[in-house]
């Protein structure tokens, strides 16, 4: 896999997308079903602000159950951490563009 499937929004990188605009980008599947809104997008960055902000409650939530010292974890608890701050990363973009609530 090239960094040419890195998806331009969650920034994942996934072996199967969609391709668009010119300079070509990138989507992963999952964004790729929020084209149309991804288009209109002039500040990425906003919603990018708003998906950290949704990450920190994740992680936060992990962190309550599994606690903060990462040295203490076992492989798979950390591995578990990266996943559940990856995906809802991924989920928390794409949910703040599904909803169309410009965070600016
Ligand atoms: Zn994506």
């Known amino acids: ?6 998806c331009h929004v969650c920034g994942v990188a996934r ?13 992963c599947v999952d964004c790729s079903m929020l084209i ?4 209109k997008i002039k500040r990425m960055d906003a ?7 949704k990450v920190d409650d994740i ?16 492989d798979l608890t950390r591995r578990m951490l990266w996943k ?7 989920n928390a973009l ?5 909803s169309n609530d410009a965070p600016f």
Do not use: N, S
Request: aromatic share 8%; glycine share 12%; net charge negative.
């Open 15 to 27: 072996d199967c997308g969609l391709g668009f605009d010119k300079p070509l980008r990138w989507l």
């Open 59 to 74: 992680a936060g939530d992990f962190a309550a159950e599994h606690g903060t010292d990462m040295a203490a974890m076992d």
């Open 36 to 39: 149309d809104d991804i288009r």
């Open 47 to 53: 919603y990018e602000h708003r998906a950290l902000d």
């Open 84 to 90: 559940t701050v990856v995906q809802g990363y991924g």
């Open 1 to 6: 896999m090239t960094d040419d499937h890195v």
């Open 94 to 98: 794409r949910g703040a563009i599904r």
